[in-house]
């Protein structure tokens, strides 16, 4: 099979890597729109679309993510014999440099792996520390507090998680040496890389980054300005700290003088938090049992809690299906979507629209009102998504929008939770990686908002997750159940999914994509376009992004008709235009008529990220 990926060097070299980022087109974003309060803008800026992306082949292995300065790195794991693990290892140590806002090593992630027999998911969310209350973010008059006075200092920083699940995934799957997966880092980090168009344009936009010594020292230039794309950044600090890990393994980080100066960052701010040395030694990484649903002739899975994507997403297909047995005038394979002359260069017809966005309402509401870590609270996982429930579910459909859908009632429940009506935020990156074995890994990663809590430590974000907990933890005398715990890890909206097909087992796809809440309305789509339409991964991720987060339907900016839009206010949606900033990246497999399989890949034109392959 030819590819049309060119020939790339097997040894990286900085020179190399920063021609990449060099060539990165910056794209003028649209103008945004306001967004309902109850349903905030995306975590991170719009920061254009791009139209020269097209699918990528390789025969052997392939590596997506959001910047291909991280989809080389796990490439060149790849091309080493290494794992899918491996290139995901190596890759988010890359977005920790090169991609500070949205992702790094004071973090954390969801991972979903398949070995080439077995579908495992590792939990690596951070956990609230052992001082945090349910009182966190209320102020002294008992209403919540402002997101951002929450967000910025160490009052938000839960304890990192990520490199722990990385540790642990490596231990079971790994091919490579730990300290080889950081050699690409650490050669960035020291020999610099240039400043992206999105970087920048991120970096410019953030009112609170000048308020961060450190931040302002590092991404600012003596004037206050933001530094011009292309700047060379050089990061010695991070350089130390990944050669430090890369030699001692995880502890590096949680134990030491490395993690003594976490706890004093967070503990010492304005805005204080209870993070302390016994959270960090005490962090444990978790394997859980993974989320796979049918749906028609496939088998998906994903992350069940505390990740409310796997459950979410398993739903709306669930619900789709359940709609098309009972109707097949709602049947989803004859809505193919048609061209149109917008940047996309495709648009679904406004029945697929609305069909998709009704089962979406009724997924975030139970969402909202039944999700949360499963070690604390009981989530009713098989209630919701048991297949007589979500039929019970989709007889709410009909031909118009029912606006604002009401949690249902799925068999299981054990405890009457108040609903969560906190705003919906996570910042996140997005990899996927398929090895020669034909092992393949999908990873969502997340710093939550962009740059996280803005404290910097040794060159790299922590983490502001424990704003993804509810701020109201009760409500009419019930407890929400997504209310802060001490140990408790906040529920996400992160859905990294595999596909397989049902009759043989085989790999089918590996996908996931950032965007906060917005995530499970953006993998939902891209499975869609995948399985009910047959697009190439490439062509499945540029469809325009669309849903409800059951408010409004939601429109990607500039992307839809005029008479599609029309269409569904006669269907009585209440339609907004918002930006709607996914970071998608897909590996399929494909066989043709004699049976050889080789990889297709795609990366999403809203972020800079690339597809790499052999």
């Given at each position: 099979?030819?590819?049309?990926?060119?020939p790339?060097l097997?040894?990286?070299?900085?020179a190399?890597l920063?021609?990449?980022?060099l060539?990165?087109?910056?794209c003028k974003a649209?103008?945004s729109?306001?967004?309902?309060s109850?349903l905030?803008?995306?975590?991170?800026?719009a920061a254009?679309?791009?139209?020269d992306?097209q699918?990528?082949?390789a025969?052997?292995?392939?590596?997506?993510?959001?910047n291909p300065?991280a989809a080389?790195a796990?490439?060149?794991?790849l091309?080493?014999?290494g794992s899918?693990i491996?290139a995901?290892i190596?890759m988010q140590?890359v977005?920790t440099?090169?991609e500070p806002?949205?992702?790094g090593i004071?973090?954390?992630?969801?991972?979903?792996?398949?070995d080439?027999?077995?579908?495992?998911?590792y939990d690596g969310?951070e956990?609230a520390?052992?001082g945090?209350?349910?009182?966190?973010f209320?102020?002294a008059?008992?209403?919540?507090?402002?997101?951002?006075?929450?967000q910025?200092g160490g009052?938000?920083?839960?304890t990192?998680g990520?490199?722990r699940?990385?540790e642990?995934a490596h231990?079971?799957?790994?091919?490579?040496?730990?300290?080889?997966?950081?050699?690409?880092?650490?050669a960035?980090?020291?020999?610099?890389?240039?400043i992206?168009p999105?970087l920048?344009a991120?970096i410019?936009s953030?009112?609170?980054?000048?308020?961060?010594?450190?931040?302002a020292a590092y991404?600012?230039n003596?004037d206050?300005?933001?530094?011009a794309v292309g700047t060379?950044?050089k990061?010695?600090?991070l350089a130390?700290v990944l050669?430090r890990?890369?030699?001692?393994?995880?502890d590096?980080?949680y134990q030491?003088p490395?993690?003594e100066e976490?706890?004093a960052?967070?503990?010492?701010?304005?805005n204080?938090?209870?993070l302390?040395?016994?959270d960090l030694k005490?962090y444990a990484a978790?394997?859980?049992?993974?989320l796979?649903n049918d749906?028609k002739?496939?088998?998906?899975?994903?992350?069940?809690?505390?990740s409310?994507g796997?459950i979410?997403?398993?739903q709306?297909?669930g619900?789709?299906?359940a709609l098309e047995?009972?109707d097949?005038?709602?049947?989803?394979?004859p809505?193919?979507p048609?061209?149109?002359d917008?940047?996309?260069g495709?648009?679904p017809s406004p029945?697929?629209?609305?069909?998709?966005?009704?089962?979406?309402?009724?997924a975030?509401a139970d969402?909202?009102?039944?999700v949360a870590?499963a070690?604390f609270?009981?989530?009713?996982?098989k209630?919701?998504?048991e297949?007589g429930?979500?039929a019970s579910?989709a007889?709410?459909?009909?031909p118009r929008?029912?606006?604002i859908?009401k949690?249902?009632?799925?068999?299981g429940i054990?405890?009457?939770y108040a609903?969560?009506?906190?705003p919906l935020?996570i910042?996140?990156?997005?990899?996927?990686?398929v090895?020669?074995?034909g092992?393949?890994v999908?990873m969502t990663?997340?710093?939550?908002?962009?740059?996280?809590?803005h404290?910097m430590?040794q060159g790299?974000?922590?983490n502001?997750?424990?704003?993804?907990?509810?701020?109201i933890?009760e409500?009419n005398?019930?407890?929400?159940?997504n209310?802060?715990?001490?140990?408790?890890r906040?529920r996400s909206?992160?859905?990294?999914t595999?596909?397989?097909d049902?009759?043989?087992?085989e790999?089918?796809?590996?996908?996931g994509s950032?965007?906060?809440s917005q995530?499970?309305?953006?993998?939902?789509?891209?499975?869609i376009g995948?399985l009910?339409w047959?697009?190439?991964?490439q062509t499945?991720?540029?469809?325009?992004n669309?849903?409800?987060?059951?408010?409004?339907t939601?429109?990607e900016?500039?992307?839809f008709?005029?008479?599609?839009?029309?269409?569904?206010k006669?269907?009585?949606?209440n339609?907004?235009?918002?930006?709607?900033?996914?970071?998608?990246q897909?590996i399929v497999r494909?066989r043709d008529?004699q049976g050889?399989?080789?990889l297709?890949?795609?990366?999403d034109?809203?972020?800079?990220g690339?597809?790499?392959g052999?």
């Open positions: 099979m030819r590819t049309d990926l060119k790339t097997h040894r990286l070299s900085a190399s920063l021609a990449v980022a060539t990165l087109i910056a649209p103008p729109s306001t967004t309902p109850a905030p803008a995306p975590p991170e800026i254009g679309y791009r139209t992306l699918t990528r082949h025969d052997k292995h392939m590596a997506a993510a959001a300065l080389e796990g490439r060149e794991m091309r080493r014999g899918a491996d995901a190596a140590a977005l440099l090169v806002q949205s992702s004071g973090g954390g992630a969801f991972i979903v792996l398949w080439g027999k077995t579908v495992r998911t969310r956990t520390p052992a945090a209350t349910e009182k966190l209320l102020q008059d008992g209403k919540p507090m402002a997101f951002t006075a929450a910025i009052r938000s920083v839960g990192p990520v490199l699940a990385l642990l231990r079971k799957h790994g091919r490579l040496k730990w300290a080889t997966l950081f050699e690409p880092a650490i960035l980090s020291e020999h610099g890389f240039a992206s999105r920048h991120l410019a953030d009112p609170s980054l000048p308020g961060s010594p450190d931040m991404f600012l003596s206050g300005s933001p530094k060379v950044l990061n010695p600090a130390a050669k890990i890369a030699n001692e393994g995880p590096a980080l030491g490395l993690a976490i706890v960052k967070v503990q010492g701010h304005a204080p938090g209870s302390s040395l016994n005490g978790r394997e859980r049992a993974p796979c749906y002739r496939w088998q998906v899975c994903g992350m069940a809690p505390p409310s796997g979410a997403v398993a709306i297909l619900t789709l299906q047995q009972r097949h005038r709602n049947a989803l394979a809505l193919k048609v061209k149109t917008k940047p996309a495709l648009e029945q697929a629209v609305h069909l998709i966005a009704e089962a979406e309402r009724l975030y969402r909202a009102q039944y870590d070690d609270v009981p989530v009713p996982v209630g919701l998504v297949p429930y979500l579910r007889s709410l459909i009909g929008s029912m606006g859908a949690p249902g009632t799925p068999p054990k405890v009457a609903p969560d009506r906190s935020r910042s996140t990156s997005q990899v996927v990686a090895d020669d074995q092992g393949a999908s990663t997340t710093v939550e908002s962009a740059f996280g809590s404290l430590v790299f974000m922590l502001n997750q424990m704003t993804d907990f509810s701020f933890p409500e005398g019930q407890k929400v159940a209310r802060v715990e001490p140990g408790k906040p909206s992160m859905a990294p595999l596909i397989f049902r009759q043989s087992g790999l089918l796809a590996a996908v950032p965007g906060g995530i499970i309305e953006y993998v939902a789509k891209s499975v995948l009910d047959n697009l190439d991964p499945a991720i540029n469809l325009p669309f849903g409800s987060r059951n408010g409004p939601e429109l900016q500039g992307q008709s005029p008479a599609l839009i029309q269409a569904l006669a269907q009585g949606h339609v907004s235009e918002v930006d709607m900033n996914s970071g998608t897909a494909v008529a050889k399989v080789s297709a890949g795609g990366a034109p809203r972020r800079e690339q597809a790499l052999d």
